[in-house]
């Protein structure tokens, strides 16, 4: 039997495969769907809307890599102290696709374990 996972402490597995905070491009100004795509979650884009242009940049130059499309890192994601830089101004699915303990989570720590704290 698997003990319940209670927090993410010393874990960022969730976020490794993210590459940028999911749905967000879709809110950049210079997006031509920007308002479609704000009409179709408003409280997504409140969020979008508090995240400082620093945040907003780094979103921004993700869709413009090569590295866009491709698994990796969330851009927004702090490796070396392993933490979500603007936590506050997360997307849904960040906030609601995956829970500490529940299915998505532990595929998630079984894929990337966690680093004892
Ligand atoms: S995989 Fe689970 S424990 Fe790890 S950061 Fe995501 S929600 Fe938290
Ligand atoms: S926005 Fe934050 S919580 Fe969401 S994938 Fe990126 S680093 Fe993780």
């Known amino acids: 039997m698997r003990l319940p996972v209670l927090n993410c402490d010393g874990c960022i597995g969730c976020c490794l495969e993210q ?12 997006r031509p ?12 884009a ?5 995240a ?8 921004r130059a993700h869709t413009r890599s090569p590295r866009r499309g491709e698994p990796g890192p969330c851009v927004w994601l702090d490796l070396q102290n392993r933490r979500c ?3 506050e101004c997360r997307p849904r699915s ?5 829970n500490p303990g529940d299915r998505a989570c532990r595929y998630w720590r079984e ?3 966690p680093e004892p704290s």
């Open 19 to 30: 590459s940028s905070p999911p749905g967000y491009a879709a809110l950049l100004p210079e």
């Open 46 to 50: 409140r969020w979008f809307a508090a």
């Open 94 to 98: 960040c906030r609601e696709d995956v």
């Open 33 to 44: 769907d920007r308002a479609d795509a704000a009409r179709a979650d408003p409280q997504q």
């Open 111 to 113: 894929r990337y374990p």
């Open 85 to 87: 830089r603007w936590y």
């Open 52 to 59: 400082p242009e620093e945040a907003v940049a780094l979103i």
